[in-house]
């Protein structure tokens, strides 16, 4: 039979500590005054390893890594949606994958200041919702080599190109759009 540890093993690194207040003599009067402590705060980096499945959407994002944009029809309706979606909104029908053309127009655009940790840096950026030729819904991207402070209405109607990250992430961000 093994031996079991009897003592945790300590470690030293990785923590900041911040406001860690405790009276030299712990005493009762001391320890009553406790209840108005700030509390501690502890700065410590967190990394995980996540490991995760696209599912169903899995051919959209090897569609991106392949330089195509796929979105779903439903065989019935015919209606289809430009971002990928398992199943129909009205029937609930499975759908069938469908190619998406690589041009479309500016239905809306908002102008980002703020962001995710990711994008944070890159702020101001434009995200743009697209309408495609024959797709019924719209699709949330990015837009890139326009000037966010020359914002305009008329970019509405604009034509813009989809792009593809040459060394794709699997994300959503591996497709982009430009001016066409």
């Not at 079991?4 to 003599?25: A, I, N």
């Not at 041009?103 to 697209?130: D, K």
């Not at 966010?148 to 759009?177: E, H, S």
Request: aromatic residues 12%.
């Amino acid at each position: 039979m093994a031996k079991l540890p009897s003592k945790r093993e300590e470690k030293t690194g990785g923590y900041v500590l911040h406001q860690v207040p405790f009276p030299k003599d712990p005493n009762a009067e001391s320890l009553a005054a406790l209840k108005n402590t700030t509390p501690i705060r502890i700065e410590q980096h967190y990394a995980i390893d996540y490991l995760h499945s696209y599912g169903q959407d899995s051919p959209f994002f090897a569609g991106l890594s392949n330089g195509v944009l796929l979105g779903n029809r439903d065989p019935e309706s015919g209606y289809t949606y430009a971002t990928p979606r398992g199943h129909d909104m009205y029937s609930g029908d499975e759908t069938e994958w469908t190619r998406l053309p690589d041009t479309g127009r500016v239905h809306a655009f908002t102008v980002c200041f703020f962001g995710g940790e990711e994008f944070l840096p890159e702020t101001p950026f434009v995200l743009i919702l697209v309408e495609f030729e024959g797709a019924d819904t719209l699709f949330l991207g990015r837009l890139m080599g326009v000037d966010p402070a020359q914002a305009a209405l008329d970019w509405i109607g604009m034509k813009v190109q989809a792009k593809y990250l040459r060394n794709a992430q699997f994300k959503p961000t591996d497709v982009y759009f430009v001016p066409a």
